[in-house]
Nanobody, 133 residues
Framework: QGRLVESGGGSVQAGGSLRLSCAAS???????PGWFRQPRVWLGWFRQA?????????????????TYYADSVKGRFTISQDTAEKFYLEMNNLNPGDTAVYHC??????????????????WGQGTQVTVSS
């Protein structure tokens, strides 16, 4: 059984930066290394603000290192992979519109970027990001 755990959220003023982490852990030490070696696996970041629908923020396709970003975060957010089981979302020039609970998720089927949230198999519990003006 695998789990994703996000961290790094917090409260910042507009214009500030945060780095979110997504760590994969599980009962078996070989579970996640095997998962992320699959040819069609991806990891993404999603966010949901109160009263709003969940939004895809960024995604990285592990095999090709292809990245995708929501238009609202292009040029400000960067998704990256550190180790086989740890990923980051670097967020710069934050604004109040970025306030939300941020989740990381992963799946082993290369669905179109727009459909990522609907197909993700594993989700983390989320970390709160609050940006004040």
């Amino acid at each position: 059984q695998g789990r994703l755990v996000e961290s790094g959220g917090g409260s910042v003023q507009a214009g500030g930066s945060l780095r979110l982490s997504c760590a994969a852990s599980g009962d078996s030490p070989n579970y996640w290394p095997g998962w992320f070696r699959q040819p069609r696996v991806w990891l993404g970041w999603f966010r949901q603000a109160p009263g709003k629908e969940r939004e895809g923020v960024a995604r990285i396709d592990i095999g090709s290192s292809t990245t995708y970003y929501a238009d609202s975060v292009k040029g400000r957010f960067t998704i990256s992979q550190d180790t086989a089981e740890k990923f980051y979302l670097e967020m710069n020039n934050l604004n109040p519109g970025d306030t939300a609970v941020y989740h990381c998720a992963t799946d082993a089927s290369l669905t179109p970027w727009i459909h990522s949230a609907a197909t993700a198999r594993y989700w983390g519990q989320g970390t709160q990001v609050t940006v004040s003006s």
